[in-house]
């Protein structure tokens, strides 16, 4: 009886093992058949660390894709990666898709909307266009999470 009093007081004191880490850090792209820069993307996601696996669609079967993900189609990419629940919608850099996954907001995901040149997979960043990342509510509305300015030798 002592024996069980002091291995039951000894698990109340002892410290608690360290929760595995909350979120995955694999990411599901599907990507535009025989697009090259979403191949860039999603090896521009493996260097920064992520998991990631990708397959293609081609036309009907991408674009249905996003719909049942709820991309809304004003903010449309090239490929839609998912994450923790979270949709990632064109060239979204991996510093977004980390503070995302920290700061885990009410939100169905992050949009790049369109292909902008130097965004991840994009072309060179020194020579990048002014993008902003959007975050997308599940309502389908949205706002600017991050401003990437232009680069200054453009």
Known sequence: MKNALLMSLAMLIAPLPLAAEETSR????VEGQGCECCTKWTEYLQEQGFDVTAEERFGVLLIQHKIDLGVPAEHYSCHTGQIDGYFLEGHVPAADIRRLLEERPDAAGLAVPGMPYGSPGMGPEAKREAYDVLLVRK???????????AADNI
């Open 26 to 29: 694999t990411i599901r792209v």
């Open 139 to 149: 309502d389908g509305s949205s706002e600017v999470f991050t401003s990437y300015p």
